[in-house]
């Protein structure tokens, strides 16, 4: 997928750059590329939850790294989102045993009922269907993850109605990763 230049000057908040400094000071000298993951997923918290381009390089200026590098694994994991997205990621996990259990069903729906294509966004900014991979709750298919949290058993239109409905109440939910 293409990632999005905004042209919009990018900095981190000052607790987010100490944040950054305190994982990159846990590996050895000359090995802090290895915090690149942790980073990016302070980015997205900085950046309404995606990595537009300037993001990307702004963290390849903080770690004095190549853009590249930041790009290559920008681009390889799907937790990292290059467009925006709504306030709600969906993110449906498709892989063998959710797909047995009827996670295409739980897509079509979701896209059907929010009037959305899979990997899209409602007019209102409010909700975000993706499909990923393993999510390691296979015993709970279908199911999805929300920021940090697992939605479990979604294998009817009620589960799914009342689900959508309680995010739509949450007027004072923020986006947060579980990694950092
Ligand atoms: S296959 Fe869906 S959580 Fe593992």
Known sequence: MLAVKTNKPVNFSESAQAKAREIMDRYPTGKHKSAIIPILHIAQEENENWLSVDTMDYVAGLMKIKPVEVYEVATFYSMFNLKPVGRFLLEVCHTGP????????????????????????????????????CLGACGYAPMMQIGKYYYEHLDTPEKVDALIEQLRNRVDYKHENWVV
């Open 98 to 133: 959710c797909a047995v259990r009827g996670a295409e069903w739980l897509i079509d729906y979701l896209c059907s009922k929010l009037n959305i294509k899979p990997g899209g966004t409602t007019a209102d900014n409010m909700f975000t269907v993706k499909g990923v991979e």
